[in-house]
């Protein structure tokens, strides 16, 4: 147990339609970062919040958006889905330093697979 | 955009014997690499990592090697148990950004 939480595990939607993700992250981790992981491809990153500011983005769509809560949890919102957004959507915490560089090993929940049908 | 690149989608080793997983990536300016290990229904977990500023580390049966003129790294793992079988991605990361490769899933047979 990675101590990161995702909810959640499955969801299935229609195309058009909105979702959030969520998650937790480990305690005392400030950082919170998406990726998304399509059939045969790698991780691919999306976005990185610390301590509830965004410091980096990387391939999200503009139909996504994030944010990162007071109590540190995150959501990661999609809309106007399509068939291609499918996948599996993973959430990673870490302790970052000040500098909020990605030096540091991530800490993975176990993914909120999203099919759009 | 894939700057970092695992070319092999499957490797099949047998017990006892030593796997090899290669990566290959794009941007010079990479300066720490990571290997994660994912199994089914699960996310990756850290497994072992790298600086620029080193060519080898190892970590009980798992070892990785960089090769910076030829932008690649491998790790390897001695000897092979079946409880290895998994997929294996490696991330190489520079300040904020953080790439992964495709994944390479690794069965050790008995």
């Known amino acids: 147990d990675s101590g990161v939480t995702q909810t959640p595990k499955h969801l299935i939607t229609a195309t058009g339609q909105r979702v959030t993700l969520r998650c937790s992250p480990r305690?005392?981790?400030?950082?919170v970062y998406w990726y998304q992981q399509s059939l045969d491809q790698g991780l691919q990153f999306l976005i990185h919040y610390y301590n509830g500011e965004e410091r980096a983005k990387g391939n999200i769509l503009e139909r996504f958006s994030a944010q990162q809560f007071p109590d540190l949890h995150s959501e990661l919102n999609l809309s106007s889905l399509e068939l291609g957004d499918s996948a599996l959507y993973f959430c990673?915490?870490?302790?970052?330093?000040?500098?909020?560089?990605?030096?540091?090993?991530?800490?993975f929940g176990s993914g909120t697979q999203l099919s759009v049908l | 955009d894939q700057q970092v690149k695992q070319n092999s989608p499957s490797l099949s080793v047998q017990e006892g014997r030593i796997s090899i997983l290669n990566c290959d990536y794009t941007?010079?300016?990479?300066?720490?690499f990571l290997w994660y290990k994912k199994y089914p229904a699960e996310g990756p977990t850290f497994l072992i990592s790298i600086s620029s500023i080193k060519d080898k580390n190892e970590d009980g049966r798992f070892t990785v090697f960089l090769n910076k003129s030829a932008k690649h790294l491998s790790l390897h793992i001695v000897p092979s148990q079946p409880g290895d079988s998994a997929v294996y991605f490696c991330a190489a990361s520079v300040l904020k950004d953080m790439r992964f490769g495709a994944g390479t899933r690794l069965t050790v047979k008995p």
């Open positions: 990673a915490s870490s302790v970052a330093p000040i500098t909020g560089g990605m030096r540091e090993k991530l800490f």
């Open positions: 941007n010079s300016m990479f300066d720490y």
């Open positions: 305690s005392g981790d400030l950082s």
